[in-house]
């Protein structure tokens, strides 16, 4: 993180060629028309993106489906319980009070992993247990 720090600290005294070099250089991309202070925020920020692990998986989804406006996911929450019938077969998956997800007296890492195991092909579990529908016309 040091080596960050340092990266960020030496910005404050380049001025707009050297900021653009810069840009350039970390992103590929053409140098935008800003202020000086804009591409020393811009550059800083890819400085740190590329440093770090970035958005959590789910958070990425979320933000993906948002962007696409196709469906909506509904979160799961400790207490909920989730029933779907299947082959004659009423299946129903607990949420427990950590986010575990419990079916057949078992925990799983996931709806879609409970799912696949009741039909035997690959589905999201969101989509089986009725959580994640189209998204309304507005």
């Known amino acids: 993180m040091a080596e960050l720090s340092d990266k960020l600290a030496a910005l404050t005294t380049m001025d707009k060629s050297a900021l653009g070099d810069r840009w350039a250089k970390l992103t590929g991309r053409p140098i935008p028309k800003a202020s000086a202070q804009m591409l ?3 550059v800083a920020y890819e400085l740190q ?14 933000l993906n489906q948002a962007a696409s406006r196709k469906t909506t996911t509904q ?12 082959g004659g077969k009423l299946h129903v ?17 996931s709806l879609s992993e409970v799912a ?7 589905w999201s579990g969101p989509a089986f247990f009725g959580l994640k529908k189209k998204a309304s016309a507005a």
């Open 40 to 42: 020393r925020l811009a």
């Open 49 to 62: 993106s590329k440093t770090s692990p970035g958005l959590p998986r789910k958070i990425r989804q979320r």
């Open 75 to 86: 979160d799961i929450r400790p207490g909920m319980r989730l029933a779907r019938e299947y």
């Open 93 to 109: 998956v607990a949420i427990g009070e950590k986010g575990e997800i419990i079916w057949n007296e078992r925990e799983w890492r």
């Open 116 to 122: 696949r195991a009741i039909t035997g092909t690959r």
